[in-house]
């Protein structure tokens, strides 16, 4: 078990290092994230003023609309040089790797949130401060199930036509259950007149389950799905 | 065994035995199923029909530790561009638990010939460079059985040449070599026995004499 | 099996004719009137959906760790059923909501996880069509994940929004009406059963055709 972690980190010390060194990635997918946050304000405010209740929903589309982009960059920096096929090769239990990408992606995704978050709390004028706590929470166990399922599919997508479009074709109806918790949630905790702290707790719970039931099930699958 | 890729049939009916201190060259034309071959081999990929058998066991009755004494060249590099060559070497021996691990990078360093540039990144190397660089890190953990996809691709006269010699000493030392390659003058001298692959059927290449001319003669 | 399929065919033919009758006879609903006859399409429907749904998503699972062809495809079949039954769910959902809701479309708990299960499934197949070799692997793995969030897709639509009538109508159904909207189910678990099977022996045929193509050596 000690063995798994310890590579897992090795891989994903790695892919800090390359993107610490380059920062292509973070750089593209936070510009991206708040392109999609400006192209939906502009599409939902009236007036001046935004809907009432809109902020979470913007937030959470530019979470999962960037961590599309980080997984397919992260993949195919794996790809380009065959890189993929000789971490598989490493003589540990396979879903060291998994979990080895799994970590990098959740660092990426957490990078942009961390970033998405003020600033859209800023734009549509939303009480971050106050509930940062809950929502830090939220956020990263949102991020977690959503990484969870698109790093078993990008990496199994790695060998296949047309990976681009398929990607995202497959992951957002998938992580349907994880947008709408953590809709429901970030809304619940910015609610105008106080978190709304119990319909925040049965949406985290529900993240919770998703997080561990697809969690096991990507560590189970992963061997056998890579295997060509 | 066989391989298919859906409804395209890789490998037919292929069987052979690889003992230690043998070297395997694969020859054919492209697509014929060498690269297939060495997939398989290496446990990425798992025979549609048949088995494969290291010491008389199945990769499942191994496990993960089978994959240690494999050392794997691909058709492409496997180097990280971002990397300098010496952290690509500490990754991988990392990762796949090479003993000594500092002597160890410093010894392939010095047979790569790139101790001046250890620490520039790879991205910035040349073609030969960096497949020098790969077939170290393809032998850093010390493994006994090499699986080498066109291993020469790229290289100049006399890196072909310590790499000829590099194969022969390991196949000298016990190792079971498996590779495939287009250059026969270099393959022959590193081979022990020639097995030409077309059409995913194997043949061996019988006889003395050039290689050119049995491939040539059998084709 | 042939003779099995053939006969779950001709039964659900025989009960497709007869369902008009059977539907006709049922008491007419008294608030809804005629459009509440579309239950006994939608509701049958919407079970052979789900149940094919698993099918797909437990043959998945089985071909990724046996690999056994024929597991392989079920899945495929099963997953084409569940567009096909789903997109009869989808069609006749809006025709029934318009009337009793006045719009088309509500983003109900039902609604949506039907519309959310059918678009795992289409994406399921495009990844099959487009996907190129190796596609079974991801496809099954994308099948046996898709039946996983079946739970999660209904309990997060469930807090979220419901407005569907909820699954007791079905035992508090009136006599006339509960016979009629058996009969129904059982036409279309039959169709299904025929389907599926004619599905999977197309598909073994397929098999079989490429095995002659490989011994007659024309690829």
């Given at each position: 078990?000690?063995?798994?972690?310890?590579?897992?980190?090795?891989?994903?010390?790695?892919?800090?290092?390359?993107?610490?060194?380059?920062?292509?990635?973070?750089?593209?997918?936070?510009?991206?994230?708040?392109?999609c946050v400006l192209v939906f304000g502009f599409s939902l405010v009236t007036e001046g003023r935004a809907p009432e209740g809109v902020a979470a929903g913007v937030?959470?589309?530019?979470?999962?609309?960037?961590?599309?982009?980080?997984?397919?960059?992260?993949?195919?920096?794996?790809?380009?040089?065959?890189t993929l096929r000789t971490l598989l090769l490493a003589p540990i239990e396979r879903p060291a790797v998994y979990l080895g990408k799994l970590l990098g992606v959740?660092?990426?995704?957490?990078?942009?949130?961390?970033?998405?978050?003020?600033?859209?709390?800023?734009?549509?004028?939303?009480?971050?401060?106050?509930?940062?706590?809950?929502?830090?929470?939220?956020?990263?166990?949102?991020?977690?199930?959503?990484?969870?399922?698109?790093?078993?599919?990008?990496?199994?997508?790695?060998?296949?036509?047309?990976?681009?479009?398929?990607?995202?074709?497959?992951?957002?109806?998938?992580?349907?259950?994880?947008?709408?918790?953590?809709?429901?949630?970030?809304?619940?905790?910015?609610?105008?007149?106080?978190?709304?702290?119990?319909?925040?707790?049965?949406?985290?719970?529900?993240?919770?389950?998703?997080?561990?039931?697809?969690?096991?099930?990507?560590?189970?699958?992963?061997?056998?799905?890579?295997?060509? | 065994?066989?391989?298919?890729?859906?409804?395209?049939?890789?490998?037919?009916?292929?069987?052979?035995?690889?003992?230690?201190?043998?070297?395997?060259?694969?020859?054919?034309?492209?697509?014929?199923?060498?690269?297939?071959?060495?997939?398989?081999?290496?446990?990425?990929?798992?025979?549609?029909?048949?088995?494969?058998?290291?010491?008389?066991?199945?990769?499942?009755?191994?496990?993960?530790?089978?994959?240690?004494?494999?050392?794997?060249?691909?058709?492409?590099?496997?180097?990280?561009?971002?990397?300098?060559?010496?952290?690509?070497?500490?990754?991988?021996?990392?990762?796949?638990?090479?003993?000594?691990?500092?002597?160890?990078?410093?010894?392939?360093?010095?047979?790569?010939?790139?101790?001046?540039?250890?620490?520039?990144?790879?991205?910035?190397?040349?073609?030969?460079?960096?497949?020098?660089?790969?077939?170290?890190?393809?032998?850093?953990?010390?493994?006994?059985?090499?699986?080498?996809?066109?291993?020469?691709?790229?290289?100049?006269?006399?890196?072909?040449?310590?790499?000829?010699?590099?194969?022969?000493a390991a196949r000298d030392a016990g190792a079971c070599i498996v590779f495939s390659s287009h250059d026969f003058e270099h393959a022959e001298r590193v081979a022990?026995?020639?097995?030409?692959?077309?059409?995913?059927?194997?043949?061996?290449?019988?006889?003395?004499?050039?290689?050119?001319?049995?491939?040539?003669?059998?084709? | 099996?042939?003779?099995?399929?053939?006969?779950?065919?001709?039964?659900?033919?025989?009960?497709?004719?007869?369902?008009?009758?059977?539907?006709?006879?049922?008491?007419?609903?008294?608030?809804?009137?005629?459009?509440?006859?579309?239950?006994?399409?939608?509701?049958?429907?919407?079970?052979?959906?789900?149940?094919?749904?698993?099918?797909?998503?437990?043959?998945?699972?089985?071909?990724?760790?046996?690999?056994?062809?024929?597991?392989?495809?079920?899945?495929?079949?099963?997953?084409?059923?569940?567009?096909?039954?789903?997109?009869?769910?989808?069609?006749?959902?809006?025709?029934?909501?318009?009337?009793?809701?006045?719009?088309?479309?509500?983003?109900?708990?039902?609604?949506?996880?039907?519309?959310?299960?059918?678009?795992?499934?289409?994406?399921?197949?495009?990844?099959?069509?487009?996907?190129?070799?190796?596609?079974?692997?991801?496809?099954?793995?994308?099948?046996?994940?898709?039946?996983?969030?079946?739970?999660?897709?209904?309990?997060?639509?469930?807090?979220?929004?419901?407005?569907?009538?909820?699954?007791?109508?079905?035992?508090?159904?009136?006599?006339?009406?509960?016979?009629?909207?058996?009969?129904?189910?059982?036409?279309?678990?039959?169709?299904?059963?025929?389907?599926?099977?004619?599905?999977?022996?197309?598909?073994?045929?397929?098999?079989?055709?490429?095995?002659?193509?490989?011994?007659?050596?024309?690829?």
């Amino acid at each position: 078990m000690s063995a798994v972690l310890r590579a897992a980190w090795l891989i994903a010390r790695k892919d800090f290092t390359i993107e610490a060194r380059s920062r292509e990635i973070i750089a593209t997918a936070t510009f991206f994230a708040v392109a999609c946050v400006l192209v939906f304000g502009f599409s939902l405010v009236t007036e001046g003023r935004a809907p009432e209740g809109v902020a979470a929903g913007v937030l959470w589309i530019g979470i999962a609309f960037s961590g599309t982009l980080s997984l397919g960059r992260l993949f195919e920096r794996e790809r380009a040089h065959d890189t993929l096929r000789t971490l598989l090769l490493a003589p540990i239990e396979r879903p060291a790797v998994y979990l080895g990408k799994l970590l990098g992606v959740i660092m990426l995704m957490s990078a942009v949130g961390a970033l998405l978050l003020p600033f859209t709390g800023f734009l549509f004028d939303q009480a971050v401060i106050r509930s940062f706590p809950g929502l830090a929470a939220v956020i990263l166990l949102g991020i977690t199930g959503y990484a969870a399922v698109g790093t078993l599919f990008a990496a199994m997508l790695g060998r296949s036509r047309s990976r681009d479009v398929l990607l995202p074709v497959l992951l957002y109806p998938m992580t349907v259950p994880v947008l709408i918790a953590g809709v429901r949630a970030t809304s619940a905790l910015l609610e105008p007149a106080g978190s709304d702290w119990e319909t925040a707790r049965l949406w985290i719970g529900v993240l919770v389950a998703f997080d561990a039931v697809f969690l096991t099930l990507a560590l189970w699958t992963f061997e056998a799905v890579m295997e060509e | 065994m066989s391989r298919r890729y859906g409804r395209v049939r890789a490998l037919a009916d292929v069987s052979f035995t690889c003992g230690g201190g043998e070297a395997l060259a694969l020859v054919g034309p492209n697509g014929a199923g060498k690269s297939t071959l060495l997939n398989l081999l290496s446990t990425l990929a798992r025979p549609t029909a048949g088995d494969i058998l290291y010491d008389g066991r199945r990769p499942a009755a191994w496990g993960p530790a089978l994959r240690g004494r494999f050392g794997v060249l691909g058709h492409d590099v496997s180097l990280y561009p971002e990397l300098s060559a010496r952290e690509n070497l500490i990754f991988f021996g990392r990762l796949f638990a090479a003993p000594d691990l500092e002597s160890r990078v410093a010894g392939a360093l010095a047979a790569a010939g790139l101790e001046r540039r250890a620490d520039a990144p790879v991205g910035t190397f040349s073609r030969g460079m960096r497949q020098r660089l790969a077939i170290e890190r393809a032998l850093l953990h010390g493994p006994d059985i090499l699986l080498f996809d066109e291993p020469f691709t790229g290289l100049d006269e006399s890196a072909s040449e310590s790499l000829v010699a590099r194969l022969a000493a390991a196949r000298d030392a016990g190792a079971c070599i498996v590779f495939s390659s287009h250059d026969f003058e270099h393959a022959e001298r590193v081979a022990t026995r020639v097995a030409m692959i077309d059409s995913g059927r194997l043949s061996w290449l019988e006889g003395t004499g050039p290689l050119r001319e049995r491939y040539r003669s059998a084709r | 099996m042939k003779m099995m399929m053939n006969l779950a065919l001709l039964a659900a033919a025989l009960m497709f004719a007869a369902a008009p009758w059977m539907i006709m006879r049922a008491p007419q609903e008294a608030t809804m009137g005629l459009i509440q006859k579309i239950f006994y399409f939608h509701v049958p429907a919407a079970f052979v959906m789900f149940i094919t749904a698993f099918v797909s998503g437990i043959a998945g699972g089985v071909y990724l760790f046996r690999r056994s062809a024929r597991a392989d495809r079920i899945s495929a079949a099963a997953g084409e059923l569940v567009v096909i039954f789903g997109a009869i769910v989808l069609l006749t959902g809006p025709i029934w909501a318009r009337k009793a809701w006045g719009v088309w479309w509500q983003w109900d708990a039902r609604l949506t996880i039907t519309l959310v299960m059918w678009l795992i499934f289409v994406a399921f197949l495009l990844l099959r069509k487009y996907g190129g070799p190796g596609s079974e692997t991801l496809s099954s793995a994308v099948a046996l994940f898709g039946m996983a969030n079946v739970p999660f897709v209904y309990w997060s639509v469930n807090i979220w929004r419901t407005v569907h009538p909820s699954t007791n109508v079905v035992p508090s159904l009136q006599p006339g009406m509960r016979e009629a909207f058996w009969f129904c189910v059982v036409a279309y678990l039959l169709l299904y059963a025929a389907f599926l099977a004619a599905r999977v022996k197309l598909e073994e045929q397929r098999g079989a055709l490429d095995e002659l193509h490989f011994e007659i050596g024309a690829d």
